[in-house]
Nanobody, 123 residues
């Protein structure tokens, strides 16, 4: 497993942008595919985006396509989530997740999780 730490959350106005970061540490952490999920109050955890350990082949959840961008630099263990056109419905705790090598979109496929960072979209 790899230890993950998210950062970059906060309060943003509707229509605004925010960039989240997640850094992994541990053996071979740069060879993990990484993903972002979120969980709003009283809702299930939702898949947002995932990217291959080489930083290629990103996939996105339907609710964020065209608004969020996931990126990762090959041989590094940091993944970013650039969020734009944020809406109050995007308010949630955002989690970073990682799994060895292959990309996935189901929470049950990920073995390592961060503690989450709160994103609040409000005027």
């Amino acid at each position: 497993q790899v230890h993950l730490a998210e950062s970059g959350g906060g309060l943003v106005q509707p229509g605004g942008s925010l960039r989240l970061s997640c850094t992994g540490s541990g053996r071979d952490s740069n060879q993990y595919s990484m993903a972002w999920f979120r969980q709003a109050q009283k809702k299930e955890r939702e898949f947002l985006a995932s990217i291959n350990w080489t930083g290629r082949e990103p996939i996105y959840g339907d609710s964020v396509k065209g608004r969020f961008t996931i990126s990762k630099v090959i041989h590094e263990s940091t993944v970013y989530l650039q969020m734009s056109s944020l809406e109050p419905e995007d308010t949630a705790v955002y989690y970073c997740a990682a799994r060895p090598y292959t990309i996935a979109s189901s929470a049950s496929d990920f073995s390592s999780w961060g503690r989450g960072t709160q994103v609040t979209v409000s005027s």
